[in-house]
T-cell receptor, first 113, second 117 residues
Framework: NAGVTQTPKFQVLKTGQSMTLQCAQDMNHEYMSWYRQDPGMGLRLIHYSVGAGITDQGEVPNGYNVSRSTTEDFPLRLLSAAPSQTSVYFC????????????FGSGTRLTVV | AQTVTQSQPEMSVQEAETVTLSCTYDTSESDYYLFWYKQPPSRQMILVIRQEAYKQQNATENRFSVNFQKAAKSFSLKISDSQLGDAAMYFCAYRRPPTSGTYKYIFGTGTRLKVLA
């Protein structure tokens, strides 16, 4: 089925470890983004990309890196995990025109201990 | 900068009744898109309904409809004949048009809807 595939669904990390959250979409969407969701704070934008080779920072980029080598893939890297990065992470994609809205991945619940 | 405000952190509704969730936004632009997303306990974000600012007619999707008041910058969601499956967190979102050169979505903080049997 067409959509946004996000892996893993759950992850526990120790402080200082690094990892990559994977995100892939098969809808040829130009725009992809990563959000974190924390209680009472809604969705906060971490990084986004408007096309292959183009990325930019969102509201809360510190401690995260992204790259976009292809239209389909947009991985999020945690460089050195901290307890403050415990959250639910969502990847989302949208066509440039944007009228139809975002398609979201199923989310990753990350716990840093 | 654009902002989206959902002033009701939590609401309750009796099954089969109607409930309205509020959303206001701040923008200086005339063309934009507005969305309501539903997040059930499964965590999946689901698009409920969308509205294009240049359209005066309020969007409707089955039991879901919006009251779009452009001048007041208000975009409320009405759920009719509420069902237990409607229990979820609901997020309002704003997106600037592609002509703005940016594609960012701005989300409100959400309203948790409880449906009482």
């Amino acid at each position: 089925n067409a959509g946004v595939t996000q892996t893993p669904k759950f992850q526990v990390l120790k402080t200082g470890q690094s990892m990559t959250l994977q995100c892939a979409q098969d809808m040829n969407h130009e725009y992809m983004s990563w959000y974190r969701q924390d209680p009472g704070m809604g969705l906060r934008l971490i990084h986004y990309s408007v096309g292959a080779g183009i990325t930019d920072q969102g509201e809360v980029p510190n401690g995260y890196n992204v790259s976009r080598s292809t239209t389909e893939d947009f991985p999020l890297r945690l460089l050195s995990a901290a307890p403050s990065q415990t959250s639910v992470y969502f990847c989302a994609s949208s066509p440039r025109q944007g009228r139809i809205g975002y398609t979201f991945g199923s989310g990753t619940r990350l716990t840093v201990v | 900068a654009q902002t989206v405000t959902q002033s009701q952190p939590e609401m309750s509704v009796q099954e089969a009744e109607t409930v309205t969730l509020s959303c206001t936004y701040d923008t200086s632009e005339s063309d934009y898109y507005l969305f309501w997303y539903k997040q059930p306990p499964s965590r999946q974000m689901i698009l409920v309904i969308r509205q294009e600012a240049y359209k005066q007619q309020n969007a409707t999707e089955n039991r879901f409809s919006v009251n779009f008041q452009k001048a007041a910058k208000s975009f409320s969601l009405k759920i009719s004949d509420s069902q237990l499956g409607d229990a979820a967190m609901y997020f309002c979102a704003y997106r600037r048009p592609p002509t703005s050169g940016t594609y960012k979505y701005i989300f409100g903080t959400g309203t948790r809807l409880k449906v009482l049997a």
